[in-house]
């Protein structure tokens, strides 16, 4: 097998993905949030659900964007992504680690700013060591390919952590922003989360691409793993 590394570009682009992202996602946890809040199994449920479905619909666009500059990414042209489905379960699976640690490190009296650090910084290093297992073991990975080409998207140990120790600081900055529908009801409530959502993610996104840019000698790197 033929190992290569790629640098992951968090372009301005990035900014409207995770507007996108949390614009979808926030909404959704505000207004179920009445139902599961008392049950940490529904919340982490939840959680799993809103950010599958919501990264699934994500991922339809973005594909197409991915498939047109494939050469530019990959070194040639792609006309396949296999394992969308696995991306959902993944950020699905995040999502509700991510759940889970906030709802213990609030009983413990934590801010806002230092649970959405932990959370994120857990969450993110979790799913990825269970992507990387999965890759290792059953070859459940992310594939890209043409008729000739097909290329496994694996991740190592130390971008991991730099990926755990970025989303740590995305997530510092966007769970106070979008927990401001918290004392709304009703209709404020949903029109608060959507625009959280949008200022949360439009900044978090800002961090990430500034951070990255800041640190431009130090890049996150994923392996391209070609098999045939």
Same mark, same amino acid.
């Given at each position: 097998?033929?190992?290569?590394?790629?640098?992951?570009?968090?372009?301005?682009?990035?900014?409207?993905?995770?507007?996108? +992202?949390?614009?979808?996602?926030?909404?959704?946890?505000?207004?179920?949030?009445?139902?599961?809040?008392?049950?940490?199994?529904?919340?982490?449920?939840? =959680?799993? +659900?809103?950010?599958?479905?919501?990264? +699934?619909?994500?991922?339809?666009?973005?594909?197409?964007?991915?498939?047109? *500059?494939?050469?530019?990414?990959?070194?040639?042209?792609?006309?396949?992504?296999?394992?969308? @489905?696995?991306?959902?379960?993944?950020?699905?699976?995040?999502?509700?680690?991510?759940?889970?640690?906030?709802?213990?490190?609030?009983?413990?009296? @934590?801010?806002?700013?230092?649970?959405?650090?932990?959370?994120?910084?857990?969450?993110?290093?979790?799913?990825?060591?269970?992507?990387?297992?999965?890759?290792?073991? @059953?070859?459940?990975?992310?594939?890209?390919?043409?008729?000739?080409?097909?290329?496994?998207?694996?991740?190592?140990? *130390?971008?991991?952590?730099?990926?755990?120790?970025?989303? =740590?600081?995305?997530?510092?900055?966007?769970?106070?922003?979008?927990?401001?529908?918290?004392?709304?009801?009703?209709?404020?409530?949903?029109?608060?989360?959507?625009?959280?959502?949008?200022?949360?993610?439009?900044?978090?996104?800002?961090?990430?691409?500034?951070?990255?840019?800041?640190?431009?000698?130090?890049?996150?790197?994923?392996?391209?793993?070609?098999?045939?």
């Amino acid at each position: 097998m033929i190992k290569n590394e790629v640098n992951v570009n968090f372009s301005w682009t990035t900014i409207l993905f995770f507007i996108g +992202l949390e614009t979808l996602t926030v909404p959704l946890v505000a207004l179920s949030n009445n139902i599961v809040i008392h049950n940490i199994i529904f919340m982490a449920v939840m =959680g799993f +659900l809103v950010a599958f479905i919501c990264i +699934l619909i994500i991922l339809q666009i973005v594909k197409k964007i991915i498939l047109a *500059s494939s050469i530019k990414v990959f070194g040639f042209q792609a006309t396949k992504i296999n394992g969308v @489905w696995l991306i959902g379960v993944l950020a699905g699976i995040l999502e509700m680690i991510m759940f889970i640690v906030q709802d213990i490190f609030f009983k413990f009296g @934590w801010d806002d700013y230092r649970v959405g650090f932990i959370s994120a910084f857990c969450s993110v290093g979790v799913t990825l060591i269970i992507y990387k297992l999965g890759v290792f073991f @059953w070859n459940l990975a992310i594939k890209v390919s043409d008729e000739n080409t097909t290329l496994i998207l694996d991740v190592s140990v *130390s971008n991991i952590i730099k990926l755990s120790v970025l989303f =740590g600081f995305y997530e510092f900055i966007v769970c106070p922003i979008t927990g401001w529908w918290i004392p709304y009801q009703d209709t404020q409530r949903l029109m608060m989360a959507i625009f959280s959502g949008i200022v949360g993610g439009g900044i978090g996104g800002l961090l990430v691409v500034a951070l990255t840019r800041i640190f431009e000698n130090y890049p996150v790197k994923f392996i391209l793993v070609k098999v045939n």
